[in-house]
């Protein structure tokens, strides 16, 4: 295996006003509010007591704990987004209040390392006792993310030494020696984490167990069960009633080991988190019985349960996937959660085979998905994205319980704003991927970011209107010539991609998704790649009946939905026909500065009158309508109304 | 208001081929191996208990009652069923076993006439403590239907005194006046039972008891809080969670008085039981508002939110209604009881009202919904009934549990079974209306059935082979001429009727759907209606998404489906083009005796390859595809497979 490294975000710096915009978002609005949230300063909102649950674990304040068994987690992600702020922009106030944010989390860490505020505030006898239902190792590995982030932000080792004593602890708690637990968490993260653990660090028994929890995973006799018994069958989901989440050991992707399952199946936010860890550890540990095992469910996820906007997860039963070609659009889940995760599996299968397939796959959950599950303004989120919405019926049908046609403010269980900021704030690290054969180009955005490779130090500076322009230069800024192999990734939805190195055609030979361009490199060098970027009908596998004669419509790696801002109620009798033809316009109001796609189209035109059921109802008139498409990221952004990505085709 | 009598179902036999053979499967498969699964004789199946329970409650044996709060009502049903059965079929072993029922019923009733074994065996201080959530008042129902049948078939009044000695209690229990009750069920079903009682009694007792039910309900303050105190906040269903009955009024459409709601609402078996006991005392009472409230509430279901196939009750979730056209077809509920109440329902507006319209859904429920609902050989059946499975995606999908691909031999809520069968044993009495003005002929069935319109007694012999044939022919049999008026059903489906008496032309006047012959009939007279049954495509209402695009056939009243039996897997990738046109061919195998319909469609055939999305899919290859529709009620008595009624169009 290849060495890679993920780039330091100190190193790059984005320019894209696509992107420097949300970072700006993420930096006034985004991540100001959370901080307001935690702290429960917003009126009028459920308070999240978070931060309060860390005062009275710490003993600097007397109360009960609040809140969901994770509510950690949200604490421990804004951390990492403010770690990901402070990499490019100090802010001294923010930093204070982080470091502030950090003494009280190691005041609330216990004497032998422990540090859960839920088991220390309100059960410190049940500590480790569920893992199956609770949260503490997904607590934990959020904890070392942002430990890691935070010192590699700020140079500050405070809560990195608090994550490596918990991390000893539980290194204590857990492993294959008699005495310890043989468990693993039902919500995977941990292993993810404690790889980055690991990597920050060079603590091996961190990689060690990782691996623990991952090869332990869906071992016979079973954990959760033994466990369950253990603490006399109870469960910590009351309200739910009963055990469901012990017994279905499929929900956590634990109803066998990880290396002989075949389907992505069960929570879709756990099986990327976990799949995110397994393809790390299987990199760096060289397994190829794991490799082989992230191959085959990357597989499953993306070429049979996933969505066109990269969601996944296609029902809110578990907030689960179902099975193959089953992808409900108006029922969808496809939590904003569950499309970052995917980034992060993806990001690492990336990293491990250096094929294009899964930055494609990266690309279309960024660009459709994860930022669908914010508003414009930042202010709003949304938990779940369907992919067609008629507001009209979603009141009286509790199959759309789970569906908001708006966005909302915060969450009881606020998993995706902090999960969005923390993307937002970091998406530099999924631009490149260096790796001993190349440097690889994964996305598209204007940014300078510095390498080393082979002891020589150079610059790209990338520029270019992605995701609308079809133009993207890389110029190489260095003080002297050197040797490298640069690999442009040519994305799968980009029929005749061209390439230029200062002014000179380039012919193209795509390898898995690249073009790698290995020379000479004299300071000044000009790449452009021209990712032409017509108006594409995306047809589905004929297995997908819920897009049967249907189609989406993708400019570059932008999907595109009808609305009926524009279009007027009832989308469902709007038909595109085979050889309509398109305009691109920009968007105005809250759209400006997006790429709206004009069409000609039909609208059916039913008989007349009230009847439910009409006969002779073969030919039905058609009328000429125009259509608009707006970008799928940029819906519901005016006021409710329905929606669709799949359009009938005619 | 008219008078309306309901026909004795002594004075009507069925000749069709078609129901006699129904009725058949009712007497020698239904029947018996209902009267085996309340005596828990059948093997592998979960006991039903019910005969038990009574056994117990009547202490002849010692033991504890099992099953739902309203297994009674199975008991009930089954014997309702056995006197249809017994007026057209002696049957002394069958006889004799349903007096020993009757026997065993009579004792289990408590001194103050009280009969509910559930609250006699296992909770007797709990009595009318629970009216929302439990069902001891929709059990008396049950009980007063059977025991007014069980009179009209058998002359014996054992049962009929058993009912009318419950009814008193309740009647000395709820009522308006001080110190009584002033309560209503949670389940309708005891006011359209009681005024059957009143009917077959003349007590005028049982009519303002019905009406006080009817008229308390939804009222404020609201019984179900004030006995939800009372009780000390507690709930039934304790297994479900919470007291959702209590507080969800409008499930059990209780939200508002009658008189002021607007839309079908809630559970769709209580929607209809609740209305056909309104309509029948808005037409009993001459009422007005409550004569408008059934029309209203009729026209929103028929309307807005009924299959094309008679079903209703779109969403699993409390087995309810959503609301106007929403009507997903996968998901769908539509359950057997609910198109059966349906027919419920249609009976008392036709009665009412003499408007084609209403047994225009009523036939269209029970040529499909209510027919599906069992299979071909009677051994088997639905309590679901949906318009679209793809068995492969229901395992994985939770939004299918309600739903089975295949019929089941019996259900631990085994309400669907027993009402199919007291369905088809009856039918013979929803074929004609005796109103003032005419006689109505509502369905057409080969029967003979006599009649007394005026002092003078004739008969009417109809003949026909309905619903396949399209020529119906009606024979007057008397002993000499008398003045009546005859009112045949012109079908909504039947674009052009045409009408013969003793061979010549008849112009036909509609009044209402109906076809008045008013004139002096002669013994011997002959009449013939044609109903031209060409293959009909459906189209719905714009509004209703589920069905943009697609059309279902009908023939006659029956609707079609494909299945993959015949045509392959991936229904959804089939088209009927409009100009397709079609051939009927007899069925085979487990279809032999129904009409298939044969018609060219095409299959839209996929690019090559694995991809879950493809580009530049505007203009999908089409192969020509022999397509065969099934009728809707014989679906899935070949094996599991996928089914679709609604099939696009192009």
Chains 1, 2 share one sequence.
Request: one cysteine or more.
């Amino acid at each position: 295996m290849s060495n890679t490294q993920d780039l330091d975000l100190h190193r790059i710096r984005l320019t894209s006003p696509f992107w420097t915009g949300y970072q700006a978002l993420a930096r006034d609005v985004v991540v100001p509010y959370q901080w307001a949230a935690l702290n429960d300063r917003i009126a009028g909102a459920e308070p999240s007591h978070a931060i309060a649950n860390f005062r009275i674990a710490a003993g600097r304040e007397q109360g009960e704990f609040h809140g969901m068994v994770f509510q950690d987690s949200d604490v421990y992600k804004w951390l990492e987004a403010v770690a990901y702020l402070l990499c490019r922009d100090p802010d001294d106030a923010l930093e204070r209040a982080a470091d502030e944010v950090i003494e009280l989390i190691a005041d609330a860490q216990q004497a032998d390392g422990y540090l859960n505020t839920y088991f220390i505030a309100k059960a410190p006898q049940q500590r480790w006792t569920n893992l199956a239902e609770c949260h503490e190792l997904y607590c934990a590995g959020h904890l070392f993310e942002a430990g890691v982030a935070y010192v590699q932000a700020t140079g500050k080792r405070r809560l990195l030494e608090v994550c490596c004593r918990f991390a000893d602890h539980i290194d204590a708690v857990f492993g294959p020696e008699p005495g310890k637990r043989h468990g693993y968490p039902g919500h995977p993260e941990v292993e993810l984490a404690l790889l980055r653990l690991h990597e920050a660090t060079g603590e091996s028994r961190y990689l060690a167990l990782a691996r623990y929890f991952i090869e332990q995973r869906g071992t016979q006799p079973h954990f959760y069960d033994i466990e369950y018994e253990q603490r006399g069958r109870t469960s910590h989901w009351n309200n739910h009633g009963r055990d469901w989440m012990v017994r279905d050991k499929a929900y956590s992707q634990a109803h066998l080991p990880i290396v002989e399952q075949t389907a992505a199946t069960g929570h879709a936010v756990r099986f990327v988190y976990l799949m995110a860890g397994v393809a790390h550890l299987a990199r760096l540990s060289g397994d190829e019985a794991k490799r082989q095992a992230c191959l085959r469910l990357w597989n499953d996820m993306a070429q049979r349960q996933m969505y066109v906007t990269g969601g996944i997860g296609a029902q809110g039963w578990g907030e689960s996937f179902t099975s193959a070609y089953d992808l409900p659009n108006d029922s969808a889940y496809a939590e904003s959660c569950a499309s970052i995760g995917l980034m992060m599996f993806a990001s690492r299968m990336l990293q491990m085979e250096g094929d294009a397939r899964f930055a494609d796959v990266m690309e279309r959950a960024l660009y459709n998905s994860v930022l669908a599950g914010m508003s414009l303004d930042g202010m709003r989120f949304f938990y779940v994205n369907p992919l067609e919405t008629v507001p009209r019926i979603m009141p009286g049908n509790h199959a759309y319980d789970h569906v908001k046609p708006v966005r909302q403010r915060w969450f009881s269980c606020a998993c995706c704003p902090p999960n969005i900021a923390r993307l937002l704030t970091s998406i530099g690290r999924y631009v490149y991927t260096q790796r001993d054969d190349a440097l690889y180009v994964n996305l598209y955005m204007g940014c300078e970011a510095e390498f080393e490779r082979g002891g020589t130090n150079f610059s790209l500076r990338q520029s270019g209107d992605y995701p609308w322009g079809e133009r993207i230069e890389l110029e190489v800024l260095a003080d002297a010539p050197f040797v490298t192999t640069l690999a442009l990734r040519l994305p799968e939805w980009c029929a005749q991609p061209r390439l230029h190195i200062n002014d000179e055609d380039v012919g193209i030979v795509p390898d898995k998704g690249y073009a790698h361009l290995a020379r000479r490199w004299q300071p000044g060098d000009r790449i452009v790649l021209e990712l032409p970027m017509p108006v594409r009908r995306v047809g589905a596998h004929p297995s997908l009946r819920h897009a049967s004669g249907r189609v989406a419509l993708q400019r570059g790696p932008v999907v595109y939905c009808l609305e009926q801002a524009d279009n007027g109620a009832d989308l469902h009798q709007l038909a595109l026909p085979a050889d309509a033809g398109f305009r691109l316009l920009p968007g105005d109001g809250v759209l400006a500065g997006k790429a709206v796609i004009h069409s000609e189209g039909v609208r059916r035109i039913p008989a007349n009158g009230d009847a439910l059921y009409r006969y002779d109802a073969g030919a039905q008139a058609l009328q000429r309508q125009p259509l608009v498409f707006v970008p799928y990221f940029c819906w519901a952004n005016r006021g409710e109304g329905e929606m669709r990505v799949w359009v009938d085709a005619c």
